[in-house]
């Protein structure tokens, strides 16, 4: 089994910041990689950002390219995502997933941390 907590999220203007953080653990949490992931009200929990364990590669939506980074610290089993020029459409909650190192599927889910942006 594996844990994920978010926190982080909160209640901003256009144009701030935000980090937001996602502790993983368990006994088998080093045998997973985390992902960002969002849903905004009424629509589909997308994609937001991954990093590769294999070679730190980074990927992103194209909505939040440039603006968003990921990065992680595997000492701390923890995944963090940096929100900076944030938007209104930016607004949802979001969630940390974890995949296996070698597979494919996201088996874990956090609970999610609220982000608002304000015009």
């Known amino acids: 089994q594996v844990q994920l907590v978010e926190s982080g999220g909160g209640l901003v203007q256009a144009g701030d910041s935000l980090r937001l953080s996602c502790a993983g653990s368990?006994?088998?949490?080093?045998?997973?990689?985390m992902d960002w992931f969002r849903q905004a009200p009424g629509k589909e929990r997308d994609f937001v950002a991954a990093?590769?364990?294999?070679?730190?590669?980074?990927d992103y939506a194209d909505s939040v390219k440039g603006r968003f980074t990921i990065s992680r610290d595997n000492a701390k089993n923890t995944v963090y995502l940096q929100m900076n020029s944030l938007k209104p459409e930016d607004t949802a909650v979001y969630y940390c997933?974890?995949?296996?190192?070698?597979?494919?599927?996201?088996?874990?889910w956090g609970q999610g941390t609220q982000v608002t942006v304000s015009a």
């Open positions: 990093l590769s364990w294999k070679d730190g590669s980074t």
């Open positions: 368990g006994r088998t949490v080093s045998r997973y990689t």
């Open positions: 997933a974890a995949k296996p190192l070698f597979g494919e599927q996201y088996e874990y």
